[in-house]
């Protein structure tokens, strides 16, 4: 129960911070957009204070990461890492954001259309980069689940095995059985048979005793009508 607590605690924290950086990442792009002095301050301080929140909440979700199970981990997968991303992500397009309007500020004429260009291909080569970041986190998730049903093949394979040694063994105890009761069998033949011939030996006597007495009695008989 505790288990599942945590893993619904990390959930609510990956969900909290995807619309964080969602919310931040609007509010970069309006800067970027070209907004007056008072609404770049407004929209500055907005995109600070949910930065600022989404750090708590990255704090939290490393702790609350160490208390899930290793399968509870599997599915998390890479979010984590990819909320973490993004969060830097925003934060350095904030930071190119906010330099640029200070310079623009203290600019004029020609010098502030210049910035604003140099802007525009800044805001090129961060869109690149976040095209390739994400290009990596699919790949990330990818990775992630075939180590997951890696993971999930190698347990179906040392449940198989251990159910092949356990059968193995049976099978071994089972002839090992076998071959204690062929070994009895074995000795009640040789017993029977040394019964039989006994009694055979035996019957032999008594039918030699019998003719031994037979024979005594008809000589004794012949000798009393000699007389």
């Known amino acids: 129960m505790a288990a599942s607590s945590s893993l619904g605690r990390v959930e609510r924290?990956?969900?909290?911070?995807?619309?964080?950086?969602?919310?931040?990442?609007r509010l970069v792009g309006q800067i970027e957009g070209g907004v007056s002095s008072s609404e770049r301050k407004t929209l500055e301080a907005e995109a600070d204070e949910e930065q600022t929140t989404t750090r708590r909440s990255l704090d939290e979700l490393k702790l609350a990461m160490k208390s899930l199970k290793k399968s509870e981990r599997r599915s998390v997968g890479t979010r984590p890492e990819q909320c973490k991303n993004d969060f830097e992500r925003q934060r350095g397009r904030l930071v190119i954001a906010k330099e640029a309007g200070t310079r623009e500020s203290l600019l004029g004429g020609t010098a502030a259309e210049e910035e604003r260009a140099r802007r525009e291909r800044l805001r090129g080569t961060q869109s690149h980069l976040d095209g390739t970041s994400g290009h990596l986190s699919d790949a990330q998730r990818s990775l992630a689940d075939t180590i997951a049903k890696s993971s999930a093949v190698a347990e179906t394979l040392g449940g198989q095995t251990e159910s092949l040694i356990r059968t193995r063994e049976h099978v071994e105890g089972t002839?090992?059985?076998?071959?204690?009761?062929?070994?009895h069998v074995m000795d009640l033949r040789a017993r029977a048979w040394t019964n039989k011939c006994?009694?055979?030996?035996?019957?032999?006597?008594?039918?030699?005793?019998?003719?031994?007495?037979?024979?005594?009695?008809?000589?004794?008989?012949?000798?009393?009508?000699?007389?």
Do not use: C, P, W
Request: charge should be neutral; avoid cysteine; aromatic fraction near 4%.
């Open 13 to 25: 924290l990956l969900d909290q911070i995807e619309r964080s950086n969602t919310t931040v990442a």
């Open 175 to 183: 002839q090992a059985q076998a071959d204690i009761a062929a070994s």
């Open 198 to 227: 006994i009694l055979g030996f035996a019957m032999l006597l008594l039918l030699g005793a019998n003719i031994a007495v037979l024979l005594y009695g008809h000589v004794l008989k012949h000798s009393s009508g000699s007389k």
